[in-house]
């Protein structure tokens, strides 16, 4: 369902990605993990078409990302992506539940029809008692519930998570693990996720293990 090719991505004179090529397909959890620096978050960045490669393509869909015009796509990631990242990025003057409709909203559906979604997701990530509450009022982990019911309230075919549970404690971070697993068995939708927590990364069904601005090795879960 997602493939990418032969990428690659400087900043000047620095290579943070060289010729990575890989595979994912449809309901795959997967996780990319390795040292600070790899190139981890560059590839997710790709991977989304949040940037653009130096040399290579990525194919979603059967649809290549990069021939697109940027405002194509855009509209492309509302519909088919979702994202989640280690700072929840929720707009503060919003509450749970207008946060969680915005990528309804932006796709223009009916304010009606994005609440309800918004309301059915939201209690599905356990936060139906504070969807009228601002991100100031939730925790940690709530706000990250809420970041993440807002990536899958369009039901996107692939979710894409960089380093999604960096800023929680212990607990709250074994929480979000699991709730990724039941969104993914619940909705069958591919979650590719960057991250040092090696308990997640041993939870996915691969694991690409970076090094250098390369894929160094896979792992598959169980062997």
Not at 197 to 218: I, V
């Amino acid at each position: 369902m997602l493939s990418a090719r032969q990428l690659s991505k400087k900043y000047g004179q620095l290579t943070v990605l060289s010729n990575v090529t890989l595979d994912i397909g449809k309901g795959e959890f997967v996780a990319i993990a390795g040292p600070s620096g790899a190139g981890k978050s560059t590839l997710l960045h790709l991977l989304g078409a949040l940037d653009f490669p130096d040399t290579g393509q990525v194919k979603l869909m059967d649809q290549e990302l990069f021939r697109l015009s940027r405002k194509k796509q855009a509209a492309f990631r509302n519909k088919h992506m979702g994202f989640v990242f280690q700072f929840h990025h929720l707009l503060p003057e919003f509450t749970a539940l207008e946060n969680v409709c915005m990528p309804l909203w932006i796709d223009r559906q009916p304010k009606d029809e994005a609440i309800e979604a918004a309301k059915k997701i939201l209690k599905t990530v356990g936060l139906s008692h504070r969807m009228d509450h601002k991100p100031s009022e939730l925790s940690g982990g709530e706000q990250q519930r809420v970041a993440i019911a807002r990536a899958i309230v369009h039901q996107p075919s692939v979710i894409f998570a960089d380093e999604p549970s960096g800023n929680l404690d212990t607990a709250n971070a074994k929480a979000i693990h699991q709730l990724f697993f039941e969104l993914r068995d619940l909705y069958q939708q591919t979650f590719v996720i960057v991250t040092h927590n090696e308990e997640l990364a041993a939870m996915a069904d691969r694991t690409f293990m970076m090094k250098d601005g390369q894929l160094e090795s896979e792992r598959i879960r169980g062997n």
